[in-house]
C-alpha cells in the first residue's frame, strides 16, 4: 500500500472539515497534492463513506448560503454549481431548499439598495437596475415584478 494514500485522506477529510465542499473541489484539490487519478477515487469513495462528502448535502447548502448572504439569484447559483459539476438533480432539489421567502427578501433587499443608489433624476434608472439584478442572477420576470414595487417607493 502507498504511504501517501493516509496523508491524502487525512489532508482530505480536514479540508472537507473546514467547510462541506462538492467533489469536484476534492479532486481538485487531491490533484494539487499531487494524488493520481485512482489515489483520488480511492480517497472520494472513502470521503463518501465515512460523510465528509456530500453532493446533494453540498448543493443544499451551497443553494442556501448564496441568497441569504450574497443575495444571489437562481440562474447564477445554477451556474455556479455547474462550473463545479454538480448534477442537474442535485441543483434544482438545492434550489428547492430555498425558501421562497428567503429568496424574494434577497431580490428585494438587492433591488432596494441599489435603486436608492442611483440618482432619481437618472433616466436610466430603470435600465441600470434590470441589468444589474440580471448580473445576480434574478430572472426577468422576478425583476420586471420588484420593478412594480419599487415605482410606488418614489
Known sequence: MNEEK???LVKAERFCAMGEQCEYAVRE???Q????DVE????VSQLKEFGFLDESRYAQIYCRSK???QRWGRRKIQYQLRMKHVP????RDGLASVSDEDYAMALHSVAENKWKSYAKSDPRRKYKLVAF?????????E???ELKNLNNLD
Not at 442537474?88 to 441543483?91: N, P, Q
Not at 439584478?133 to 426577468?140: A, C, D, T
Open 40 to 43: 483520488s477515487d480511492e480517497v
Open 6 to 8: 493516509p496523508s491524502y
Open 33 to 36: 497534492w499531487g494524488a493520481n
Open 133 to 141: 439584478l440580471q448580473s445576480r442572477g434574478f430572472e426577468m420576470d
Open 88 to 91: 442537474d438533480a442535485l441543483i
Open 67 to 69: 441568497v441569504r448572504l
Open 143 to 145: 425583476i420586471m415584478e
Open 29 to 31: 484539490k487531491l490533484r
